[in-house]
C-alpha cells in the first residue's frame, strides 16, 4: 500500500510536473527550436496513448513502476526515448490508419452537439430520479427515526434513583374464627367456659336427691 502511493507521487512529480514545466520553459524561452518542440510534442502525445491504453493493462502486476520508469526513459535527456518510440511505433501506425482515423473524428465532430445533448438529458432524467427516490427513502425512514429518538430520550431521562410510586396496600382484614383454622381457635378451657357460662344461664340444675 505504502509502496503503490510512492509510486503514485512519483509519477506526479516525474512523468507529468516535471514534463510539463520543462515544456513551458522551452515554449517561452525557446520558441523558435523546432527541436525541443518537436520532442516535447511527442511525448505528450505518448503519453495520452498509454493513458488511453490504460485501462487494458493496468492489470499487470508493478504496472505503476513500469509507467514511471518508462515516462522517465521518454524525457530523459540522455536517452530521449521519445524520439525512438514515436519513430519507431507511433508514427508508422498512425500514418498507416490516419484515413479512417480523420474519418472517424470528423463524424464526432459533426455529431457532437447531438452526443453532449443526449448525455445531458440523460444525465439530468437520471438524477431527477436518483433524487426522487432518495427522497422517498428519507420521507419513508423519518417515523422510524422519530420513534427511535424518542425511546432513546426515554431512556436517557431514567435515573436509577428514580422512585417508583408504590400501590395502596389493602386494608387489613378482621380475623374472625371459622374453625377451618386451628391456629386460630381459642384454645380448649376457654372453650369449656363459654360453654358453662351459656348453658348454666338457660338451663335449670337438677335437684341433688338425698336419698
Given at each position: 500500500?505504502?509502496?503503490?502511493?510512492?509510486?503514485?507521487?512519483?509519477?506526479?512529480?516525474?512523468?507529468?510536473?516535471?514534463?510539463?514545466?520543462?515544456?513551458?520553459?522551452?515554449?517561452?524561452?525557446?520558441?523558435?527550436?523546432?527541436?525541443?518542440?518537436?520532442?516535447?510534442?511527442?511525448?505528450?502525445?505518448?503519453?495520452?496513448?498509454?493513458?488511453?491504453?490504460?485501462?487494458?493493462?493496468?492489470?499487470?502486476?508493478?504496472?505503476?513502476?513500469?509507467?514511471?520508469?518508462?515516462?522517465?526513459?521518454?524525457?530523459?535527456?540522455?536517452?530521449?526515448?521519445?524520439?525512438?518510440?514515436?519513430?519507431?511505433?507511433?508514427?508508422?501506425?498512425?500514418?498507416?490508419?490516419?484515413?479512417?482515423?480523420?474519418?472517424?473524428?470528423?463524424?464526432?465532430?459533426?455529431?457532437?452537439?447531438?452526443l453532449i445533448a443526449f448525455y445531458i438529458k440523460n444525465f439530468a432524467d437520471k438524477g431527477t430520479a436518483f433524487f426522487m427516490d432518495f427522497l422517498r427513502y428519507v420521507v419513508s425512514e423519518r417515523p422510524e427515526?422519530?420513534?427511535?429518538?424518542?425511546?432513546?430520550?426515554?431512556?436517557?431521562?431514567?435515573?436509577?434513583?428514580?422512585?417508583?410510586?408504590?400501590?395502596?396496600?389493602?386494608?387489613?382484614?378482621?380475623?374472625?374464627?371459622?374453625?377451618?383454622?386451628?391456629?386460630?381457635?381459642?384454645?380448649?378451657?376457654?372453650?369449656?367456659?363459654?360453654?358453662?357460662?351459656?348453658?348454666?344461664?338457660?338451663?335449670?340444675?337438677?335437684?341433688?336427691?338425698?336419698?
Amino acid at each position: 500500500m505504502l509502496g503503490e502511493l510512492i509510486s503514485k507521487i512519483l509519477l506526479v512529480l516525474f512523468g507529468y510536473a516535471m514534463p510539463a514545466f520543462e515544456c513551458f520553459k522551452t515554449l517561452e524561452t525557446r520558441p523558435d527550436d523546432a527541436t525541443m518542440l518537436r520532442f516535447w510534442c511527442q511525448y505528450w502525445i505518448i503519453v495520452s496513448m498509454v493513458i488511453a491504453c490504460e485501462s487494458f493493462v493496468s492489470w499487470m502486476p508493478m504496472y505503476g513502476e513500469i509507467k514511471l520508469a518508462f515516462f522517465v526513459y521518454l524525457w530523459y535527456p540522455k536517452t530521449k526515448g521519445s524520439d525512438v518510440v514515436y519513430d519507431s511505433f507511433i508514427r508508422p501506425t498512425v500514418m498507416q490508419y490516419e484515413p479512417n482515423i480523420e474519418q472517424r473524428l470528423e463524424h464526432l465532430r459533426a455529431n457532437s452537439g447531438q452526443l453532449i445533448a443526449f448525455y445531458i438529458k440523460n444525465f439530468a432524467d437520471k438524477g431527477t430520479a436518483f433524487f426522487m427516490d432518495f427522497l422517498r427513502y428519507v420521507v419513508s425512514e423519518r417515523p422510524e427515526a422519530s420513534n427511535s429518538e424518542q425511546q432513546r430520550s426515554s431512556w436517557s431521562s431514567w435515573t436509577p434513583f428514580a422512585s417508583r410510586r408504590r400501590e395502596p396496600s389493602p386494608p387489613p382484614r378482621e380475623r374472625r374464627f371459622s374453625g377451618s383454622d386451628p391456629d386460630d381457635a381459642p384454645p380448649p378451657p376457654a372453650i369449656a367456659d363459654v360453654l358453662r357460662a351459656s348453658l348454666g344461664g338457660a338451663m335449670p340444675r337438677r335437684p341433688h336427691n338425698n336419698n
